[in-house]
């Protein structure tokens, strides 16, 4: 399988999963290890910084030299900059490249993926990253993109516990709930994180995303520490989190 012009290897947890693209043509490595010997570019993907640290543990022992470890995975920013340092010493170059859009993004080859990173790497991966971005963005160093991400996010989570919390001082006041949604959507107080909101039967539908929001959130108030910032995110986000989560206060 030629993925944009490219051959296409892939392995995952979860054989089954890789099966509609082996269907397709694409080789199954058996093992990571044999991934990252056969692979001139390996992206990975995987949940947090101990999934991606025990991936990139079995990778940087096989990669070839002049061969490139990009991380989608969304993970602390130190975690980039330690995991570059250790490319460095292998001869091996090195992205963090989270990506924004979801599966409908990733279908239609519109993703944005945010890179941090040495301006060499950025330009060998960036052939790679185009057969899949809509938006490709060089922030800066090796954990820049990390941090463009999490703030990002942040802010999305924000932005739906500031939606939850207005539909629900809508229905204080007396306004029916879906009436009022309607209305904002045309109105001044929109936005992307409003609409995605408004199309939830209720906040659990969405807590596999929201799970995720969480996790991102954590990790800004990590990297940020106490600061005023992080403590406000934190709070225009956290009621929202917690319903769509199921969790009691």
């Not at 030629?2 to 490595?29: K, N, S």
């Not at 990139?56 to 030299?65: N, S, Y």
């Not at 045309?186 to 992307?192: I, N, P, T, V, Y």
């Amino acid at each position: 399988m030629r993925a944009g012009g490219y051959d296409l290897i892939v392995w995952a947890r979860r054989p089954e999963t890789l099966e509609p693209f082996v269907a397709e043509g694409a080789v199954a490595a058996a093992s990571v290890a044999e991934l990252g010997v056969m692979a001139d570019h390996v992206g990975i993907c995987v949940v947090d910084d101990a999934d991606v640290a025990e991936i990139c543990d079995q990778l940087l022992q096989v990669m070839r030299p002049g061969s490139l470890l990009a991380i989608h995975s969304t993970i602390l920013p130190e975690s980039c900059e330690m995991l570059a340092a250790r490319c460095t010493e292998a001869g091996i170059n090195f992205l963090d490249a989270p990506v924004s859009g979801g599966g409908g993004a990733a279908a239609a080859g519109t993703l944005t993926v945010m890179c941090g990173g040495e301006c060499e790497a950025f330009e060998q991966a960036k052939p790679v990253f185009e057969t899949f971005a809509g938006t490709l963005v060089h922030l800066g160093d090796a954990g820049a993109g990390q941090c463009a991400k999490i703030v990002n996010n942040a802010l999305m989570a924000a932005n739906m516990g500031l939606a939850h919390a207005a539909l629900d001082a809508a229905e204080m006041l007396g306004i029916d709930r879906d009436a009022a949604k309607e209305l904002i959507k045309a109105s001044s107080g929109r936005s992307f994180a409003f609409e995605v909101y408004a199309r939830l039967p209720h906040p659990t539908a969405f807590a596999h995303g929201a799970a995720l929001l969480s996790k991102d959130v954590d990790l800004l108030r990590a990297s940020l520490g106490k600061s005023q910032i992080a403590t406000e995110l934190d709070m225009a986000s956290g009621a929202f989190l917690n319903a769509a989560m199921g969790e009691q206060f």
